[in-house]
């Protein structure tokens, strides 16, 4: 045992020794604990240290020549010292149990954490502080490691300021830790967002408030972004904080406004668009929404047409061709241009242009279609088709015309000839009768207007020539 220690051994035995409540032999034991202790022990008289032990000499870096006889706060952080009065009085008055937590300065600038305990003492006949100071550094630095590592932003707050930012909360603000820590927590909100924020924290720190609340942060670079966030008390160092939780929600909310910016266009295009569109079930054809196109067209208001089927309101003119649709659907999902034929409240049949794609909505397979009407295209085809038939009838009773008339000329110059021969044969009348006939059929044929049929035989069609140049 060294000069020093043996000093220090028998000071502090003479010491607890002049105490009533010890005697020599319990002085000595007690003394030879606490220089043996892992935990540092001191005794203060008067403000001033008069005891330090060897494991306090070595967390605080400082050796007992360099602590008896000063003030036991100047190691304290300077921030911490009144933190500290206050908590050592509550103990030594009983009203404190706990230990509490500040921060020293060792000889070499190293800032550490104690964990810290005091109790009232008589030594040498007066009244002292018996302290246990145990180093906690090391724990501290692993909750921190462990807070850094976290993918989450994590904050603590004391006195609504900041006293530790993680790296993430750091990145997701642009700040570095410098510029964060002693800041007030609400700076970095959005101005317009500050109340809500207040009042949600405080909701949730009382336990009125279980589900995380959003808001808005503004970033270094002045940035807006989307954060959802939850906060919980907890004793930091000793004393009453806030351990926060802060995640970006920027991207989640950036997708959220552009769907619903989408689900706006597509409600418009919906509403507005002068082609039908439908949304029904895939299975019966029920009508869940219809847009003022397909009203308009068909005749029916909406009452009429929203839970009903197309069947009952026998939309489709071929319900053969809903049911074709309705298997290719069911295996390719998606149907785009298939013509088809829909009838009208008034039973009027529209050609139309017919697409859909199936979707989930709720929990029921539905098809959403766009239907866009052809008549009128139809129309001009079909009349366009008509003017070509005609084109070729017109042509052709032209040249029939022309190629028949010389010979019927002919015919009736020799009929004039035979019959003043013989102005009472029979056949002569009747072959000028037929002669007549084919006359007034060339000039029907020169008289088509229109592209007219009627049926033949065996489905065949031919031109109806009394219709056709009736006009």
């Given at each position: 045992m060294t000069d020093r220690l043996k000093n220090s051994r028998n000071h502090l035995i003479n010491g607890l020794a002049n105490s009533d409540a010890l005697l020599e032999k319990e002085s000595t034991f007690f003394a030879n604990l606490f220089l043996d202790s892992p935990i540092g022990i001191y005794i203060v008289q008067d403000g001033k240290f008069i005891f330090v032990n060897p494991q306090f000499q070595k967390i605080s870096g400082y050796d007992e020549s360099e602590l008896l006889g000063t003030n036991s706060l100047h190691i304290v952080l300077s921030e911490d010292r009144q933190r500290v009065r206050e908590s050592a009085v509550q103990m030594l008055k009983g009203a404190r149990h706990v230990p509490y937590e500040h921060r020293v300065i060792t000889k070499a600038g190293e800032i550490r954490w104690i964990t810290e305990s005091v109790t009232s003492i008589m030594y040498r006949g007066e009244p002292a502080v018996l302290g246990y100071f145990m180093d906690r550094t090391e724990q501290e630095r692993e909750k921190e490691a462990?807070?850094?590592d976290s993918p989450i932003g994590i904050y603590i707050v004391q006195d609504g300021k900041f006293i530790f930012v993680n790296p993430e909360f750091q990145r997701i603000l642009g700040f570095d830790e410098k510029e964060l820590l002693g800041r007030v927590s609400l700076d970095i909100v959005l101005l317009e967002d500050r109340d809500r924020v207040r009042n949600n924290a405080i909701q949730m720190l009382k336990g009125k408030r279980h589900a995380p609340y959003e808001h808005r942060v503004v970033t270094k670079t002045g940035e807006t972004r989307w954060i959802i966030e939850t906060v919980t008390s907890i004793k930091y160092r000793n004393k009453?904080?806030?351990?926060?939780?802060?995640?970006?929600?920027?991207?989640?909310e950036r997708a959220k406004e552009a769907l619903t910016l989408s689900e706006d266009k597509f409600r418009k295009a919906f509403r507005s668009s002068p082609d039908w569109f439908v949304i029904s079930t895939l299975q019966d054809g029920f009508y869940i929404d219809v847009n003022e196109a397909f009203l308009r067209t068909t005749g029916y208001n909406r009452e009429e047409v929203i839970g009903h089927t197309s069947t009952e309101l026998g939309i489709w003119a071929d319900p053969q061709e809903r049911m074709e649709m309705a298997k290719i659907l069911e295996k390719q999902g998606i149907v785009r241009n298939l013509e088809a034929r829909f009838r009208t409240k008034t039973g009027e049949i529209r050609h139309v242009l017919w697409s859909a794609e199936v979707m989930d909505y709720g929990d029921e397979k539905c098809l959403i279609a766009v239907t866009r009407?052809?008549?009128?295209?139809?129309r001009a085809e079909q009349e366009h088709v008509?003017?070509?038939?005609?084109?070729?009838?017109?042509?052709t009773a032209g040249a029939a015309c022309h190629e028949l008339n010389q010979p019927l000329q002919y015919i009736f110059l020799l009929l004039s000839e035979i019959e003043e021969e013989n102005p009472k044969s029979e056949a002569i009348a009747q072959i000028k009768k037929q002669c007549n006939r084919l006359k007034d059929i060339t000039n029907?044929?020169?008289k088509v207007t229109v592209y007219q049929t009627r049926e033949y035989i065996k489905g065949m069609k031919i031109i109806d020539i009394d219709k056709a140049s009736a006009k």
């Open positions: 462990l807070f850094a009453e904080a806030v351990l926060g939780y802060f995640m970006d929600h920027t991207e989640y009407d052809i008549t009128d295209r139809k008509e003017r070509e038939k005609l084109q070729g009838v017109l042509e029907k044929l020169e």
